[in-house]
């Protein structure tokens, strides 16, 4: 499938790829992105979205979550959900990361997210890598959570929904710390994982929680 190249300027702002795409004649325009690529425990989980251009429905201090405070990206994350025109969220558990690998992996997630949107996109922006198979035309943008807006909104709803995710899992696996390194590879989460042993959502991949693994059989 034939991509279309759209060029803008950094400094253009959070809607300059949408902007550029509409008048290139592709809209609806999706975003998507993922969070927890490079933790060793936890799922990893991407968004999707598709933002309206109505000035009303632009969402409140939307920026990359990950320049967010907590308090903040819950609060978009509530807006998007209200306003999108459409979303979506994929979970990939632990284990379907070590089957497939992560490169693979977030390839994968991030191509159904955008399948699961409820309307077809005419164009889809992914965060850092280009994805094939979308079934759309697509482009994959550099920082792409700080430049263009869906992709920031897709950004949020995959921290949000890991970040829950993993704060009920400090619940169900204590000792860990979960709820505040959220499974990534942290000074005390390696401690924990030296003291405890890997449990069943570790990433058996990462080289940190293999070397655990083999030592303690």
């Not at 558990?93 to 955008?114: F, I, K, T």
């Amino acid at each position: 499938m034939t991509t279309k190249r759209v060029v803008v300027r950094k400094d253009s702002g959070l809607y300059a790829y949408e902007r550029a795409l509409a008048r290139a004649g592709l809209t609806p325009v999706a975003g998507a992105d993922e969070a927890g690529r490079g933790a060793c425990a936890g799922p990893l989980v991407a968004g999707a979205a598709i933002l309206s251009d109505r000035p009303s429905a632009r969402i409140t201090g939307l920026r990359d979550s990950k320049l967010m405070t907590a308090k903040a990206r819950e609060r978009a994350y509530d807006e998007i959900v209200d306003k999108a025109v459409a979303w979506s969220v994929v979970v990939m558990p632990p284990q379907e990361c070590d089957r497939l690998g992560m490169h693979v992996a977030n390839l994968a997630v991030l191509r159904r997210a955008v399948q699961r949107l409820d309307v077809e996109p005419a164009y889809a922006l992914t965060d850092g890598f280009g994805v094939d198979g979308l079934g759309v035309p697509g482009l994959g943008v550099w920082k792409g959570d700080r430049v263009a807006a869906c992709v920031a909104a897709a950004s949020v709803l995959a921290k949000v929904t890991r970040d829950r995710i993993m704060v009920e899992a400090d619940q169900e696996h204590p000792g860990y710390g979960f709820a505040i390194h959220k499974g990534y590879c942290t000074g005390d989460h390696q401690a924990a994982l030296e003291r405890l042993g890997p449990c069943q959502i570790h990433r058996f991949r990462f080289d940190n929680v293999r070397r655990v693994r083999v030592g303690a059989t």
